[in-house]
């Protein structure tokens, strides 16, 4: 059976960080495109950061660029999101998903989710 599991949301100031952690068990990691997407209700998901399981290969979206990393530990079958220098557009639902044979780039920019997680609240306010 596969499992994504997010940890590690939760509430912070403009300006702070955070790091969101994505157990994948069940899958072939390298099989895989891992990622990130943040969707508020009643609004468009958006693909925040993916990476290529096979290469590492990252994408991210031009909203987060230069502030969030996606990272990936084989060993622990984890996939990390870091974010920093939050803003409070950057409050959201984010939850962790997984495609098949794909890479990051096309996984973040048309999605096609295999699975996906059951999503972790991020608050940016002071």
């Known amino acids: 059976e596969v499992q994504l599991a997010e940890s590690g949301g939760g509430w912070v100031q403009p300006g702070g960080s955070l790091r969101l952690s994505c157990v994948a068990s069940?899958?072939?990691?390298?099989?895989?495109?891992i990622g990130w997407f943040r969707q508020a209700p009643g609004e468009e998901r958006e693909g925040v950061a993916c990476?290529?399981?096979?290469?590492?290969?990252?994408y991210y979206a031009r909203s987060v660029k230069d502030r969030f990393t996606i990272s990936s530990d084989k060993a622990k079958r984890t996939v990390y999101l870091q974010m920093n220098s939050l803003k409070s557009e950057d409050t959201d639902v984010y939850y962790c998903?997984?495609?098949?044979?794909?890479?990051?780039?096309?996984?973040?920019?048309?999605?096609?989710?295999?699975?996906r997680g059951q999503g972790t609240q991020i608050t940016v306010s002071s």
């Open positions: 990476l290529t399981g096979s290469d590492g290969a990252t």
């Open positions: 998903a997984a495609e098949l044979g794909t890479t990051g780039q096309a996984m973040c920019v048309n999605p096609a989710l295999d699975y």
């Open positions: 069940g899958l072939p990691f390298d099989d895989y495109a």
